[in-house]
């Protein structure tokens, strides 16, 4: 079985600033790694993945992660943020993934990311 | 390109309804899935499907039906509604990568 734990229920950060927001997960097998979005009233879409390959991976909108595997850590981060970076993120992991699409996802509980001007 | 589309947005219920939430997708995805979120306990599994005709119970089951009688729909049953049921239920498909639907949040009075 796998767990997520999302360390920082919310993250306030300046405009421009840096940001970092932790995921550390466990697993007996080898795992499947996910950042996910929520802006406000909407649902979840999907900032980037780890998959296999290098451990660092880009997603959209400027942000990137970086898997390691000793410290069972995925955490997201970008280098100056935007106001319209404020929503949740939402770090997941799946124990197995299929080139067919299918995904059981195990999602942590989530870090409020506000920045402010 | 509608993609995951639910219905309603929003709804009331009382103790001991039922009622039906909506999911419709026009991606033809085999994969379609239920998840609840309920503040700061992240996302949890409902249901799942793998194809039309199939389901499989996922973390968070009890209380809840779901039908698979086409690759588009996937409705989501409550049968006798509960203050616990009270939540956001998001519907989600996937070929790659999950594609969630906007929500539907329901209250259970």
């Known amino acids: 079985a796998q767990s997520v734990t999302q360390l920082d229920s919310q993250v306030p950060v300046f405009e421009e600033a840096p940001v970092e927001l932790r995921c550390n997960y466990s697993s007996s097998v080898s795992v499947y790694l996910f950042w996910y979005v929520q802006y406000p009233n909407q649902g979840l879409q999907l900032l980037l993945k780890y998959l296999s390959g290098s451990t660092l991976v880009k997603g959209i909108n400027g942000f990137e992660a970086e898997f390691n595997k000793s410290q069972t850590s995925f955490h997201l981060r970008k280098p100056s943020v935007h106001i319209s970076d404020t929503a949740e993120y939402f770090c997941?992991?799946?124990?197995?993934?299929?080139?067919?699409?299918?995904?059981?996802?195990?999602f942590g509980t989530g870090t409020r990311l506000l920045v402010s001007p | 390109n509608a993609g995951v589309t639910q219905t309603p947005k929003f709804r009331i219920l009382k103790i001991g309804q039922s009622m039906t939430l909506q999911c419709t997708q026009d991606?033809?995805?085999?994969?379609m899935y239920w998840y609840r979120q309920d503040p700061g306990m992240g996302l949890k599994l409902i249901y799942y499907s793998v194809g039309a005709g199939i389901t499989d119970k996922g973390e968070v089951p009890n209380g809840y039906n779901v039908s698979r009688s086409t690759t588009e729909d996937f409705p989501l049953r409550l049968e006798l509604a509960a203050p616990s049921q009270t939540s956001v239920y998001f519907c989600?498909?996937?070929?790659?990568?999950?594609?969630f639907g906007e929500g539907s949040r329901l209250t259970v009075l």
């Open positions: 989600a498909s996937s070929y790659g990568e999950l594609f």
């Open positions: 991606m033809n995805h085999n994969y």
């Open positions: 997941a992991v799946s124990g197995r993934y299929m080139n067919t699409g299918f995904q059981k996802l195990v």
